[in-house]
């Protein structure tokens, strides 16, 4: 299973990597992240350089694709053309958002009808596509899922695991990266954001 961590130009790093850090501590069970991106190299909000792993045309063979966000997502969304190199089927694809990321899954039309989680400072420009925002930090219906607040990166992957590998892979994954004292009570936080977050399609 291969995941498309969609990665633009002025991307936030936390979106990006610890996503893509989450789930690539599950390679020994066939599922593996790339950062993948429009342009050979795209620049993060604070000026760090990025080589992407895998084209934009990735997007149609993985499995999964998550969306990040960051400051020039209002442009992303303004790119007929970009836009159009984001062919993303939730029929057969698992689709994540982060923050600002939701703008682009409007955009394509995979919101209609579905509430969504996004950041503070993004809120009122994903109202404005008609889309009801939550005051929670995750959210999926069926193959798609919105996260809101940088930090949860960790529930986008948390999701992504445990519907690819199951809740136990994803208990150990959050378990070995959460601070030291504090395991039990970031997988517990992680894994209730997740079952709280989810409705599922019947």
């Known amino acids: 299973m ?16 610890i996503a893509s850090a989450l ?17 050979p190299v795209v620049r993060s909000m604070n000026g ?10 990735f997007v149609t063979e993985a499995e999964v694709v998550l969306i990040g966000s960051g400051v020039k997502t209002r442009d992303v969304v303004a790119d007929d053309q970009l836009i159009s190199r984001l062919p993303l089927d939730p029929s057969r694809q698992l689709i994540g958002a982060q923050c600002s990321g939701a703008l682009v899954l409007a955009r394509l039309g ?41 930090m949860a990166s960790q529930y986008l992957a948390t999701w992504v695991i445990t519907r690819v590998l199951g809740e136990g892979a994803a208990q ?12 039990r009570e970031t997988i517990e936080r992680a894994m209730r954001a997740v079952h709280t977050g989810t409705i599922a399609l019947r």
């Open 172 to 183: 150990d994954v959050i378990g070995y990266v959460a601070p030291v004292g504090e395991s």
């Open 2 to 17: 291969q995941v498309a961590v969609v990665t633009f130009d002025g991307f936030n790093e936390l979106d990006s990597f």
């Open 110 to 150: 995979l919101l209609d009808g579905m509430p969504a989680c996004t950041d503070v400072k993004s809120r009122p420009l994903v109202e404005a596509c008609d889309v009801t925002v939550l005051d929670a930090s995750f959210h999926a219906e069926g193959n798609i899922a919105t996260a809101g607040g940088c």
């Open 48 to 57: 760090v350089e990025v080589t992407g792993q895998r084209p934009m045309e």
């Open 23 to 39: 789930i690539n501590r599950c390679r020994k069970d066939g599922l593996e992240a790339f950062i993948t991106t429009p342009t």
